[in-house]
């Protein structure tokens, strides 16, 4: 199951849907993340297809006013203003199997990846 994470646009004062988490995705994160910590989902230039995800837990001290932050159940997401723009849509699942990948990105906006997943390309 995927549970859709909105953020209210200050613009138009509707709901906007950004990225999916999966159930597998989300109790993973919460397992992760330290007591009162944020999930940062980042996008940045490099990797072999040009743009590279980063997924990392942060200190609520390190928010920038840029930053867009996310209520989800039991922890709370932060996008930069330039990231939300290339995430709108994705989904973030989790794959524990035996050869599983971790965390797996879903971008519908990605026109490539590379072989590993963690790396795209749009146009």
């Not at 990225?19 to 999930?39: F, M, P």
Request: proline share 1%; with cysteine; glycine share 10%.
């Amino acid at each position: 199951m995927t549970d859709t994470i909105t953020y209210e646009s200050l613009k138009s004062g509707e709901n906007t849907n950004v990225v999916y988490i999966t159930q597998d995705a989300g109790a993973r994160i919460k397992s992760e993340l330290e007591n009162g910590d944020h999930l940062r989902l980042a996008v940045k230039g490099g990797g072999c297809s040009g743009m590279s995800y980063e997924l990392f837990s942060e200190e609520s001290e390190k928010l920038q006013d840029i930053d867009t932050l996310i209520d989800y159940k039991d922890f709370k997401i932060v996008i930069d203003q330039k990231s939300i723009i290339y995430l709108k849509g994705m989904e973030l699942d989790f794959d524990g199997s035996i050869q599983g990948k971790g965390f797996v990105f879903k971008n519908p906006l990605a026109t490539s990846t590379c072989g590993c997943g963690e790396s795209f390309s749009v146009t």
